[in-house]
């Protein structure tokens, strides 16, 4: 798949949306199957205080979501970074 969007602004999810609609056109997937695979069945965000070394409180955002636990526990990513998104924790979710 050949893209010229910046990297930057390229949103993880959509693009997994992409592939997962190019899929399910190829193996001909029911639409409802399409629809429950199209979302994630729960994401959670949690906001963790944190208090520095300088005695500043500082307080963290992360995301888990879980996609689909058809086939057993849930597949998923992890990610430490500043600029991490929900859209791509739910894209590794897929």
């Known amino acids: 798949m050949s893209d010229s969007r910046n990297v930057s602004t390229i949103n993880p999810f959509e693009v997994a949306l992409e592939q997962l609609d190019e899929a399910a056109k190829l193996i001909k997937l029911d639409n409802g199957l399409h629809q429950i695979l199209a979302h994630p069945k729960r994401v ?51």
Do not use: C, W
């Not at 955002?61 to 689909?68: D, K, L, V, Y």
């Open 44 to 94: 959670l965000i949690v906001s963790i205080p944190v208090r520095l070394d300088n005695n500043e409180i500082r307080v963290f955002t992360g995301f888990r979501s879980q996609h689909n636990d058809a086939r057993g526990p849930y597949k998923g990513g992890i990610r430490y970074h500043p600029q991490v998104t929900i859209d791509e924790v739910k894209a590794l979710s897929m």
